[in-house]
Every structure is written in C-alpha cells, then in structure tokens.
C-alpha cells in the first residue's frame, strides 16, 4: 500500500500563492508519476497538473498553466504543487494521486491513478 500526506491548503486572497505538498509514502515503485486533482462540491474532479518521477515530464490542465508549477522530490517521495495568481475559480478539494507505471497518454485521466490522498481544501477569497 501506498500513503499519501498532504499539506499546505487554506484561505487567500484573489492574486496570492500557496504551496500545496504531497508526500508519498509505503510501498512506492521507481517508476510512477503523482499529481493534482481538484473537486468542487457538486462538480466533477478534474485534473489539475502531473509529473512522472521518471525524467520528471510535467502535464497541466489549461486553466491552470502559466500560473502552476508542479515539481517533485524524488528522494522524498514528495511533490509540491506552487500556485500563483490564485483566483475564486481555483477554489476547491485538492487531492494528490499517486499512480505506478502510469503512461502519457492516461496521465490527466483519474483512472489511471490508484492511490489519493484526504484532499487539502484552498479557498481564494477577500
């Protein structure tokens, strides 16, 4: 089994930063991408941004690219998710997902991820 932990939710104003953190933990492989969903209550979960450990290639939604940046830890097992020029549209459950052996082409896709973590709330408001 694989553990997810994250971090680094919370309020900010419209135009603010957070850093969202995920640490994985138990019996991860050497050969995995981790990412970012997001949901909103009501909505579906829609993907926000991926890395694969491996080569470190980086995948993110439209909506976010240009003020997201995902980066990973490879000794940690961690990723870290910046988020800058947060606006209400961004307010929602952030969840990591941890898949093993996940391919390019399912990379934005949920079922190619088999492990998630709680969900950190951020909430962008004045």
């Known amino acids: 089994q694989v553990q997810l932990v994250e971090s680094g939710g919370g309020l900010v104003q419209p135009g603010g930063s957070l850093r969202l953190s995920c640490a994985a933990s138990?019996?991860?492989?050497?050969?995995?991408?981790m990412g970012w969903f997001r949901q909103v209550l009501g909505k579906e979960r829609e993907f926000v941004a991926a890395?694969?450990?491996?080569?470190?290639?980086?995948h993110y939604a439209d909506s976010v690219k240009g003020r997201f940046t995902i980066s990973r830890d490879t000794a940690k097992n961690t990723v870290y998710l910046q988020m800058n020029s947060l606006n209400s549209e961004d307010t929602a459950v952030y969840y990591c997902?941890?898949?093993?052996?996940?391919?390019?082409?399912?990379?934005?896709?949920?079922?190619?991820?088999?492990?998630w973590g709680q969900g950190t709330q951020v909430t962008v408001s004045s």
């Open positions: 890395i694969r450990r491996n080569g470190g290639s980086t």
């Open positions: 997902t941890y898949g093993p052996g996940v391919i390019l082409s399912s990379i934005r896709q949920q079922s190619a991820y088999s492990h």
């Open positions: 138990g019996r991860t492989t050497n050969n995995y991408a």
